[in-house]
Structures are given as C-alpha cells and as structure tokens.
C-alpha cells in the first residue's frame, strides 16, 4: 500500500521517507529536489528563506541551532537504522497504533462543556543531578496536590540526559493521567519512538519549522493514535492547517516576542484562538499566573502550565494548584 494513502495525507509521505531523505534539504530531510519545507523560523517568528545548495550558515537564532542538532542526531539515528529498517517502523507503528486509556483530547471534549479547562503541567528537571525517578516523584505530587491532569515531559537531549527514559517514568507514576512528550518533532521516527516509550500524545510539531510537512507530521501522529497539537503563529498558518484536517493547535506566546509591552503576549494568543476554525480544540502556553487567567479568559481549552511557573512556587504543590485554580476559574 502507498504510504500517503496509509496516512491519508495530502503531501507524499514517501518524500519524506527517501533514500535522499539524509543528504535532502537540512530543514526537514525531504530530498533537496521535493523540498516542501519552510525553514526553522528566525527571531520574530518568520522564516528564514536559505537555498539549499549553499553550505550551512552559523545559525542564527536559538530555534535554528536546535533544529541543526535535531537534525544531525536524527541523520546518525537514521544512518544506523537503514533506510529499509526505517520503512518498516513506521509502516508497522501505524498497523499498531497506540491506544492510550486516558487521552488529552477525551479530558478537553469532557471539561470544555463544564466550562473548564484542562491543566497540563510540564514535568521538567529542576536540577541537571535530578533522576528519572524523582521526576516521576514530581508527577505524582503535581497530580495529587497541584491539580494537574495531564503531563508533558521533555525528552530532548538538551533537557535530559534520560530522554524517553524520563517520560516512561512518568507514565507509568501517573499511569491514570495522559502524558505527552515535550520535544522538536522533524520526522516522523520521532513520533515512533514517543509512541513506543507509552506516550498519549506530543508537543513540538512547529509549523514554522516543519513548513508543508506539518500536514504529514500531524496526520502521521494521528495514525499512531496520539494527540499532537500543532503550533501555529498566525492566522494564515491556521486557515491552510485547516485545510488539511488539523483540528488540534498549539499556541506558544513566547516565541518570537522580542516586544516587552505588558499584556502583548496574551493579545497574540487572545487573537490566534479566534481564528481557529469551528470545532478546533486548543492548548496554550503559560508562563504566569497572569498568562494563565488570560489564555482561559481568551478561550484556551486547555493550558500547557510551563516548568518556570511551576518551579517559582519550589517545593508548595500545594499552594501553586490553588493559585492556579484561583487563576483559571472564570468569574460569570
Ligand atoms: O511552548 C509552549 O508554550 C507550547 C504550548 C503549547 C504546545 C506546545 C508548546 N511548546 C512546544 C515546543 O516545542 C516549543 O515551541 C519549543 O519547545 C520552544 O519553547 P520555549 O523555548 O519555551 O519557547
């Protein structure tokens, strides 16, 4: 069976999937000659246009040094596995895909009619020394005592030298709660692997970064049968992922705002979240009490409460799920 009508998605899959796929375009690995992809956004959330038959330019922003590292780890991943092996891991991810009891997007259908909106808080590392079993420890209290109802771990090398590690861990701490990975998704053996460690879902399919490769990206993350919202920058980046069938969408104020006027982090989210077309759900990223009130006041469905939050409060569990309540319940 072809696998673009496997997935059911509108680009070729296979594109993806080449034998060029490893020397193809550094944004997104599709062969240079088929290249879809937009390239890693710079500051100020645009793209930065880089012809690809020039030699690789000192990257010039956090985002893009990222994604360059991404990029190589995924090539030596790739590289080992073999073009054929790979093949062969997708295609059977997608003949098992996962079936997690507990869902972020079956929390958000049941909350959204009450007029709630779904916590889901970051599981990070407050120190390099922490261990996976701590960060489970983390988990367990942020459900008890926080108010947490689902949970995002990050597994980039960057955050954890534990990787997928930390989020079976937590898992299976908080085997009742839906935990996502939190990571830089740019091809779909990522989503395997997330899928593998037990995950319900993942945060970290970028539009800005993944360009026309987003709509596989999703639909392939949906055929393994996990939640992954898809962070969008402006309406015109929803209006075409609405066109593809995403129904799922991630909002993160914090990129790309060099601007340091109050309040103008919340009107961007409070604008993109109207644009998002009817029967689309959301997850938003808050980094303040303030940020918090705002998104769930704007209509976010559901709110990624972010590890700075969360450790500003130390070792009080107890007083940041009040605050938080206090923060997101809407006064009628
Ligand atoms: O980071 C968010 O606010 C966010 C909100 C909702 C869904 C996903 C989100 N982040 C996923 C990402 O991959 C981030 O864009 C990326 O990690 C950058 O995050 P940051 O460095 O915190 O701006």
Redesign the pocket.
Known sequence: MQRAAMLGASTSYSSTLGPSTVRGCRNCFQPARRRTCVPPRASGGQPNPQPDDEPPKTPTNALEATIRRKQRELETTIRELGMEALDERLQSATQMPANPPYRLSTLIAESVPQGRAVLVFEVARPSPETTSAELAELAKAYVSRGGAAAMAVRTDSDATPSGLRDLFSVQQAVPRVPVLA?D?LIHPLQVCEIKEAGAAGA??I?NQVTGRGTGVMSSFSAALGLDA?V?VVNAREVEQLAKQGVVFY??????GLSVAVPGFANRIAHGLLGELPFGAIS???VRSLEEAAAARRSGADAL?V?AELLQSYGTDVGALGNALQYAVTLDD
Request: hydrophobic share 60%; net charge positive; aromatic share 6%.
């Open positions: 939190r830089w945060l970290g970028i919202p962070e991630a909002i993160n104020v914090a990129v997850l938003v990223g990624l972010k």
